[in-house]
Structure formats: structure tokens, C-alpha cells
């Protein structure tokens, strides 16, 4: 963890290896909180949201990443930068926000029955790591709250 990086905090982990045999190789995945924000939209055409991000936002973060995974792993490394051949967002989060969009439990505003449980909910980074502790303990926090004052009243 490198919290203290003018870039940014971030932080790399060693992930699983893409290949069904063992090629004496690591994954090697680094991660950080940036300033900018992306945007969804739907394509009808798709019939799917989109995600619409400009690289801008992360070059600095991603320069610090690259740049941290090469003293790691030394300069014999190998390194293949998967976001060179197609850009990754492991975990976008935002898009029906507590407050904006629904309340604190998740119930969408306007929208009797609806709930917003994952991580659509969250607002922003989750502080530099995976964020699925984070959305479990708001789905259950929110689960809580909507069986205690909903179960009966809306379904």
C-alpha cells in the first residue's frame, strides 16, 4: 500500500493467473482512487448502460501504478499492461446514489417496492480497495431496515 503517493493512494496485489497451466507466472494488479467521474448512459441500440470514461481522469494514477509494479518485480520482469489492449473499470460504482436516488436503505424515491442494493449505491471510491465488503454491509444494513419497516406495507 502506498497511501502517502503524490499520484494518489495505491495500492497492488497479486491477482490470479489467466492461464489454465502453470507458465511460471503472476498477476500482478494495482489499484487507486482518481478525481474524476464517469458517466452512464443507456444505448437503446445496445439495449445496455455504457460507461463512458476519459483516460485523462487516471493517466497519473496509472503512470504511479505501472511505475511501482516495475520496482516490485525488478527489471527482468516481463511486463504486459492489460488496459494497453482493452481498458478495464473492475469496479465502477455510482449511478443511483443514497440521497440523489433513493434513501439510506435503498429505496428508490418515487419508486414503491424498488431498491437500489449494490454497488449503484455508493457515491464514490471505496477508499483505495475491492469494494464488496462495503456494498455487503450497506445491502445488509439496508436489508435490515426495509424488512423491519416494508415487509407488510409493500410486499
Known sequence: RDFDNPAGALTIVTGPVPFPVDLGTTSVIGFGTVKGLGRWHYDASRDDAVLT??????????????ARIRQVAGPAAI???VNALDVNTFHPLGGATFDAVCDEAGRVHGQRG??????AK???STGACN?????????????????????????
Not at 60 to 66: G, M
Open 53 to 66: 470514461w476519459d483516460q485523462a481522469y487516471d493517466r497519473e494514477l496509472t503512470r504511479a501504478i505501472e
Open 79 to 81: 511486463l504486459l499492461d
Open 114 to 119: 424498488l431498491y437500489v442494493v449494490d454497488g
Open 122 to 124: 455508493i457515491p464514490g
Open 131 to 155: 469494494p464488496s465488503m462495503t456494498i455487503a454491509a450497506l445491502a445488509e444494513f439496508g436489508a435490515d431496515d426495509i424488512v423491519r419497516r416494508d415487509l407488510g406495507a409493500v410486499f
